[in-house]
């Protein structure tokens, strides 16, 4: 069993959201990106099967989709998405998410 | 691309943990578990590959592992097991908590 605590690791960057690795294995990849109010991921997707969930820890922030889809991210709300479909985050906020990619890329 | 807020979907049961299924797919199953202060998710296994991950969303509690483990299980915890291995949940104040499993079980 591996246990992480979130909150002990979190950290920002000014140039760009901060990236820590939780846990990779053949089952499933786990990130935690921290990003600062107005930094984003944005829109992206990779031509392979498999799918991803971007869970909202803290903060607030909107899920980018294809077409200019824009959906809520508020703290404990949770997307899932092809890893194929064109997905990102933009934070309002201060903002804290957990992303599961399974199977990893 | 699926949306869901969780803070949305809470509900808690007097007899036993509530049970909520996020999104299940040939990748991953995604569930939600709410907890009333002193229920618990009782230890257990599957002979089965694979993992699971269980985050805290909100409240504590304890996780639980083989021969009598317990580790903290703080809002922004998260636990990674294998399948095989033993896990349960120990919820202290009421408690919220996803989790993910891949492959689904």
Redesign the interface.
């Given at each position: 069993?591996?246990?992480?605590?979130?909150?002990g690791v979190r950290a920002y960057r000014d140039q760009g959201f901060h990236k820590y690795l939780?846990?990779e294995?053949e089952?499933?990849k786990?990130l935690n990106f921290n990003f600062r109010a107005g930094q984003e991921l944005p829109i992206h997707s990779h031509d392979l099967d498999?799918?991803l969930?971007i869970?909202v820890?803290?903060g607030r922030g909107e899920?980018l989709?294809e077409g200019g889809?824009v959906?809520?991210a508020?703290?404990?709300?949770?997307?899932?998405?092809e890893i194929r479909?064109p997905?990102g985050v933009r934070a309002i906020t201060d903002m804290s998410v957990?992303v599961?990619i399974?199977?990893p890329i």
């Amino acid at each position: 069993m591996q246990h992480t605590s979130l909150t002990g690791v979190r950290a920002y960057r000014d140039q760009g959201f901060h990236k820590y690795l939780v846990h990779e294995s053949e089952n499933f990849k786990i990130l935690n990106f921290n990003f600062r109010a107005g930094q984003e991921l944005p829109i992206h997707s990779h031509d392979l099967d498999g799918e991803l969930s971007i869970l909202v820890l803290d903060g607030r922030g909107e899920f980018l989709g294809e077409g200019g889809t824009v959906l809520p991210a508020e703290t404990g709300d949770v997307l899932i998405s092809e890893i194929r479909e064109p997905h990102g985050v933009r934070a309002i906020t201060d903002m804290s998410v957990l992303v599961t990619i399974a199977p990893p890329i």
